[in-house]
């Protein structure tokens, strides 16, 4: 597609429930990106995926959070046994990362938002 | 760790008036970048001006503008003849030169735009 395109827009679930969101990114582009974003705040890093290499995990906030991605596809962001807390929308964004070409401009989708009641 | 401060949680601009969100940051690093994104209500994010630490002169991209001080660690983005679609939340953004370093974003300055 032309852009970073994310499912579902929107996501409304009981407390406890498993959620899985999607991220499909620009074709081509090398480096996804999840990121969320809680009312009112800036963005808070969770996951970066790069061609082959193991994912930077270091910012999911616990280990209900885990994230997959297909080579330099598709990626999925799951939340176990949801909490309210984790209410918030989740971007995702994509960028064309090379040795050589780096510019740090990432191209985001539009999100899904999550809300745990 | 790199830290980026904006320290205007809100601000409002008469319609064809210009406006300046301020952005600070903290970093050891001499290369760097660092950005504006734009943020509507259909909440996609879009990048607005993007600077090159180790360039002096300063970006520009049409009605968008930075003033970037790079020993005062400061960004700040000036919106001229503003427009009522520039109704946003503004992030300011910075990230090492090096690929896999990931955007530290600012908590945002969410403008509005008065006809």
């Known amino acids: 597609g032309a852009g970073v395109s994310q499912s579902p827009s929107n996501k409304v679930t009981e407390k406890g429930k498993d959620v899985e969101l999607r991220c499909d990114p620009i074709?081509?582009?090398?480096?996804l990106y999840w990121y969320r974003q809680r009312l009112g705040q800036g963005l808070e890093f969770l996951i970066y995926?790069?061609?082959?290499?193991?994912?930077?995990k270091s910012g999911l906030p616990s280990d209900r959070f885990s994230a997959e991605r297909t080579g330099e596809s598709v990626s999925t962001l799951t939340i176990q046994r949801t909490q309210q807390e984790d209410s918030a929308v989740y971007l995702c964004?994509?960028?064309?990362?090379?040795?050589?070409?780096?510019?740090?401009?990432?191209?985001f989708g539009e999100g899904s938002r999550l809300t745990v009641l | 760790a790199q830290t980026v401060t904006q320290s205007q949680p809100e601000m409002s601009v008469q319609e064809a008036e210009t406006v300046t969100l301020s952005c600070t940051y903290d970093?050891?690093?001499?290369?760097?970048?660092l950005f504006w994104y734009k943020q509507p209500p259909s909440r996609q994010m879009i990048l607005v001006i993007r600077?090159?630490?180790?360039?002096?002169q300063n970006a520009t991209e049409n009605r968008f503008s930075v003033n970037f001080q790079k020993a005062a660690k400061s960004f700040s983005l000036k919106i001229s003849d503003s427009q009522l679609g520039d109704t946003a939340m503004y992030f300011c953004?910075?990230?090492?030169?090096?690929?896999?370093?990931?955007?530290?974003f600012g908590e945002g300055t969410q403008l509005t735009v008065n006809p």
């Open positions: 964004a994509s960028s064309l990362e090379l040795a050589g070409v780096y510019t740090g401009e990432l191209f």
């Open positions: 074709s081509g582009h090398t480096a």
């Open positions: 995926f790069q061609g082959n290499s193991a994912p930077d």
């Open positions: 970093t050891s690093e001499s290369n760097y970048y």
């Open positions: 600077q090159e630490a180790y360039k002096q």
């Open positions: 953004a910075y990230t090492k030169e090096t690929s896999g370093s990931r955007l530290t």
